[in-house]
């Protein structure tokens, strides 16, 4: 883990609220100078309360938004001089809600091949020898080729969402809180996918959620977020065992988690 | 359906398709009365109008002075020779009226069609674009809101003649702010949806997300819109030709045989009653039609 | 405990759909002891929110509900007249509703919301009726109560008008409070803040309550007894603690291992894996 | 609120501006308004004449100019046709059509909320399909056709009603019926709709948790909620049923301020004519600005803001 | 008769004073005829120029004209007649200044002048032998110093219009709102020995309804006692019913087809003669006059009213013979007939009809309706190729008023004819009637024999009104309310 995949240097982002004809607009720092970098081959993740700015931060990272200050560099270049399509070649998003990240009027098989369409360097056979190879990766049943995201489940959709990410084979891909939509069953399997593919494919994630239990389970690093700038940033065992900022102790605090098959306590009763 | 509790958490991946989006619509269309009866009314009006060469008994513009302002079939004078009897020019009345059809659907849906590519484009790249774009759209269809539309069509069409593409042109420019606004809103909606980000996210261009990713969503707004726009259209001719502003004659447009036939209102109420009675019903049909196709597109409780 | 508040047998709710009759709760069995939590777990669209509505009656007419029994402290509620049951709602029964943001009436003040419930089911005068709604607002722990009555749902934050939907529900002291997913649009401190006041006060009026939501981590903080719904069954029901350490059902063993714990890493010890053997 | 205000005025000057810019070049493509003065028979000399005295003989931008300066000032010119003040004639007019615009509106109304209110509750049923037929229907027929008929039966075959004028209320009846009915559908369509979003919202449902009675949910909570969008419709609609009275003015002989505008079309009256769709215009900026200020009153979410 | 002796009638024209100075309009006319005198009144029946306002009158030269005035009439106001009254009128109307609507019909008029109490004399600027027609029509007497009433308009013009009507006719007006209604009640002292006579009706009242079938509905219902400009199966119908009387009367009217001579529209095709003919013998004039204009209505074969001076019915006569029609056509190189666009602004029912014709010998036809004023406009420049128009002629009985205006080499002359023109100037200036009447014919039978224009036929007039008025139409298209009353 030496060298950074991404590298976020100084970066802000200011928006401006309202502001009409005759009023001045007021202005919303979303991000506020922050740095980060994302080592190849590992899962960062970033936490933080809502509207900390962690989409935002995600969308500046996939090019879908401009930094006010600062720049990205993806590759030791900066992202504003990489030609668009090597770019989003390999740096793919998976979004939070599977049922508004696919358009309800595509098949499958015509979301999962966009990319390569995109490309335009392979044939409709290719494609759709990819996007079979590819459904079969995530345990996905071929006859799901001609569906509709309509006839899905959550988590078969967000299968699909992964399999667009991964069919141009990129090599970083930002997921902004890709199971907090879905039930633990399924969040469980969708976690447990993303984990083994990324050891088959050699992937790099930055992974945003506010679950700091799903966090510690996939991260190798935390980065914790609170009002637009990192507040902390460690390792996930260090993190979890030396919270240093106090905003990350009240994180830990407030988190619900199953409590230990042993300690059980009957929690409400004895209150 | 299978229970749909099953279909999610552990048996996931076992689980059977649900019926397709296209299945599920037909399924509410065949049971929708409305679309069903909106359905045939206009099967029947376009039937008529696409079959009036083969089944209109005379020649519409063939006039004999010496037939005139005969009684229709159920009067007392009445023949079978001329069914709906004839007009003030000895023009055989169902023959007009069947090629009337043919008239109202040509206007409806040329001034339809027009009015939702302007709409449409307007409302696309308003609700995409948001921001000055969108201040800019608003402000068109502000302004063309504030047009009352019945005087700017009958100044236009009264300075430019009455000629059937002159109507049409008019219409289209005065009937497109429904579609731009509809498109415009539902844009809105759909470009902060998460397929929309991802389009752009994997590199799509601004025209192929509009036309690939965008549009193939508004294609239910649209045809709902556009179904009322004929209907408004159709009505809207009516009014102009009633007024002596719409289609000249000899054309045989329903609106222009009322405004023929009015001075005979006291009188002959026939000559008004069937062509009135005909847009009445052409345009009850689309309109049911078009409420039918926006239930069927979007049932109640979900989108 | 002593007798419950609620008995409920062989509930049973069907819906019909275009493809035929749709059995969303099938003879599932709940009761409730006056201060006990009852929590129910279970995964999206099992029909938890369906029973709680049953309860309720506040399922559309369209939908069948069919019990063997159910008795809110031995009055009989599954054959009573709409107005008869109105006359229970809010008075004798109480509910809380997943969305803060939509479950008040935007274009009323709270005030007006709460005092029109505490009016509808005692008799009294609006001045006793404010005073009583400004109580409970302070019991639920918000300041400025007198002043916040004239507020709209708008102008509070999401945890503040949970806190609101929970004066209403509390307001004519019921025998069981029913909350369906109260916290789950609520962030993680709020939530928790939320939750402790729940607990709290069902201790402190010693009522009956339901809680249901879809994380066991929610119902563990609050609830005595839960019972795990799969499918429109009850699969799994026992004490908070013994059903955490001897979960009977594989369902209810492959759930719980769905949920990531503390120190559990990807690699060492992988989630799900009961789910896996079970699938 | 004053920053709203200002800006919807500024909104409503560039509107005007657009819409009077139209509306003049409009009617600068229109033949030659001297010959329409002049009526048939005229000469070239007499043409002359009249160019010279209503100053055609200018370029156009400095007629356009010269018209608007005038208009700021509330001095919409002479009438071409009357040669009295366009201004005194509108006034003059707009009596009779804004009787007619109230009475429509209020006969729209009177049959769209409650029959909004009838087909929600009753969703789907019998009472539903009614009143949605007669929506579909009313929306269907032709005015001037519907206008017609009702002549033929209430005026000259049952002798009720006047057949045309404005000189008493009963000559409004007719008129109004048959304008608001036509404006009514959409009302009707957006109470019942409003309504049925109201009574499956989550308040209501809330509403009914707490146990009160039907009519408190429906007059109390829902009825609160699904009015709003009709009313500021309503404020809207009546600025187009203004605009859209000239066939029904026309069909029963109102002599209205419609009536006057499709009469000086086809006199190509220019000052007339501008001055009309150009009140029209500024009419409707200000109804729609009514209609936010009232749906901002009535809703708390947008008075706060 | 009614309860109350009065009288509502009711067009479709909006009247925006009642002052043929400032309204041309045919009702503004007939209301005029009512408030207003002229110095002179053509009597119809007799066709005879009668003493009005002036008791006699002379020609002193070729262009002055001297009349004696009563010296018994009052306007309306109270103030007597005299001199001044008619100096005033005609010099205000002579000065172009004052901008009158039918200066037109004066460009002859130089100036008046007083020569005794009650004297006056009219200067011409050349002779016009039709004076007497305008001065018993369109030109009427106003009190001295009328219009000084009228207040500054917009842009610095005076709003002659708004004048509140004062003269010294049989009527006198109580109530105008404009564009509604017109009340005049009978003038208690009005000279009974006129040609006009005393009024018999007490009040009269004419309403606005643009819509035909509201006329009808009202007349059938009562709301109004007379009503014109019906169509005939309007007429047929209305006759049916007891309590009405309809009449069909010829009027001054005609309708005629006119070409563009000089090929400017965009298509040669009526410069050739033999086309204009072929249209000649391709329309059924006859069978469009009976069955769409009525029982008075005649085929007209020159280019003016046959009941003006000067017409002539001896020119050349294009009879309906499609045959000739086609084979014109075959000669003039059409053997397949063309396509051309047809304009119209009055009766579509009649231009419809004449398309119909034309359509069955070849001549495909695009109707296209346009108000007068554009249409007179695309006429005037050339650029519509075959027009339907109608032609009026303010009712003067003169053929000066059609003929020399469309054929005198004036703006609206399609043909621009020297022979014509130099024939039209002939009788135009002479003042014997004699050789004017030669000249017109020479001109007209060019016309004709060019066929310039197609004349088509003569205009009539439905009225309908109650059965108890007793109320006769006159071909001039001015219905004389001042003789008519309840029986
Ligand atoms: N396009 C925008 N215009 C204005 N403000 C914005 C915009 N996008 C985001 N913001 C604001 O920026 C802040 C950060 O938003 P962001 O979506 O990044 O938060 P987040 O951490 O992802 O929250 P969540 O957990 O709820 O998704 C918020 O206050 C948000 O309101
Ligand atoms: N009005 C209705 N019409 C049709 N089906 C319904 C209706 N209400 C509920 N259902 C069905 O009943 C089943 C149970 O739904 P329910 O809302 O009780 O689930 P839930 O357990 O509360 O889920 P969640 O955790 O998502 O709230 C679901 O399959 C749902 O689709
Ligand atoms: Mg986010
Ligand atoms: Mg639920």
Partial sequence: MSEAMLRLIDVSRVFQLGGGLFSQPRLLHALDGVSLDLHKGEVLALVGESGSGKSTLSRILLGLDKPTAGDVLFDGRSIRKLPRREFTQRVQPIFQDPYSSLNPRKTVRQIIEMPLILQGRHSRAERLRRVRELLDLLRMPARMLDAYPSQMSGGQRQRVAIGRALISRPEVVICDEPTSALDVSVQAQVLNLLMELRAELNLTYLFISHDLAVVEYIADRVAVMQAGKIVEIADVDGLFSRPQSDYTKNLLASALVIPEMADVEPVAGQK | MSSPSLEQGLSNQIADLRPTPSQLMWRRARNHRGLAIGSLIVFIVLLCGLAAPFIAPHDPYAQDLTKRLLPAVWSENGTWEHVFGTDALGRDYLSRILYGARISFLIGISAALGSCLIGAALGLLAGYYGGRVDSVVTFFVSVRLALPVVLVALATVSLFGGKLWIVVAVLSLLLWDRFAVVVRSATMQLRSQEFVVAARAMGCSTPRILLGELLPNLVGPLVVVGSLEIAHAILLESALSFLGLGVQPPTPSWGLMVAEGKGMIFFDSRLIALPGAAIALLVLGINLVGDGVRDVLAPEGKA | MSSPILSVRNLCVTVPTPTGPLEAVRGIDLSVARGETLGIVGESGCGKSVSSLALMRLLPSFIKVDADAMELCGIELLHRTERQMADLRGDRIAMIFQEPMTALNPVLTVGRQMTETYLRHRRAGRREARERAVDLLVRVGISRAAERMKVYPHQLSGGLRQRVMIAIALLCDPDLLIADEPTTALDVTVQAQILDLLADLQRERGLAMIFISHDLGVVARVSHRVQVMFSGQTVDAGPMRELLVHPRHPYTRALLSCIPRRGQRWGKDKLGAEQEASA | ?305 | APEVNSLVWASDREVTAVDTYYDTSREAVVLAQHVYDGLIYWDQEAEAFLPLLATSFRQVDAVTLEFDLRDDVVFHDGSSFGAEDVVYTFNFIADEANGVLNYGDIRWLKSAEAVGENTVRLNLHEPFPAVQSYLALVLPVLPNGHFDSAEEGAGGQKRYSSVPPNGTGPYKVTDFSAGERIVMTANEDYFGDGPKGRPAIETMTYRTLSDGSTQIAELMTGGVDWVWGLSNDQSDALSQAPHLTTVNAPTMRISYLTFDLQGSSGTDIFTDRNVRRAVGHAIDREQIATFLLGENSEVVNAACHPIQFGCTDDVMVYDYDPEKARSLLATAGYPEGFSVDIYGYRDREVTEAIAGDLAKVGINTNLRWMQYSALADLIRQGNAPLANMTWGSSSIPDVSAVTSYFFGGGPDDPANDEKVTAAIRKGDLSSDPEERQEAYAQALGMIAEQAYWLPLFSYTKNYSFDSRLDFTPSADELPKFYSASWR
């Fill in chain 4, 1 to 305: 609120m004053l920053r709203f205000i200002l800006s919807r005025l500024a909104i409503a000057i560039m509107v005007a501006f657009a819409v009077s810019g139209i509306c003049f070049g409009l009617m600068f493509l229109a033949g030659d308004p001297a010959l329409a003065i002049a009526g048939e028979g005229a000469t070239e000399a007499d043409l002359e004449v009249i160019r010279r005295r209503f100053g055609f003989d200018r370029p156009i931008i400095v007629q356009y100019g010269s018209w608007l300066l005038h208009v700021v000032q509330g001095d919409f010119g002479d009438s071409y046709y009357f040669g009295t003040p366009v201004v005194s004639l509108i006034a003059e007019r707009f009596r009779a059509t804004l009787k007619l615009g109230g009475l429509a509106i209020l006969v729209a109304l009177v049959l769209a909320v409650p029959l909004g209110i009838l087909a929600a509750t009753s969703q789907n049923r019998l009472a539903d399909r009614i009143a949605l037929t007669i929506g579909t229907i009313g929306q269907a027929t032709p005015s001037f056709w519907l206008g017609l008929m009702l002549i033929s039966l209430f005026a000259v075959e049952l002798r009720w009603l006047p057949v045309s004028g404005s000189a008493t209320f009963a000559h409004f009846i007719l008129p109004s019926l048959v304008l608001g009915y036509y404006a009514a559908p959409s009302m009707l369509r957006l109470c019942r709709a409003g309504m049925i979003e109201a009574l499956r919202s989550d308040y209501v449902r809330t509403a009914r948790a707490k146990g009160l009675l039907p009519v408190q949910i429906l007059g109390g909570h829902a009825l609160r909620n699904a009015i709003l969008p009709v009313i500021s419709v309503a404020a809207v609609e009546f600025g187009f049923i203004l605009g859209g009275s000239v066939v029904v003015e026309s069909v029963f002989g109102i002599r209205g301020i419609g009536m006057l505008a499709w009469e000086s079309i086809s006199r190509n009256d220019f000052p007339t004519v501008q001055a009309i769709i150009l009140i029209y215009a500024m009419l409707y900026v200000w109804l729609t600005f009514l209609a936010d200020v009232i749906n901002a009153w009535l809703d708390p979410r947008i008075r706060m803001n």
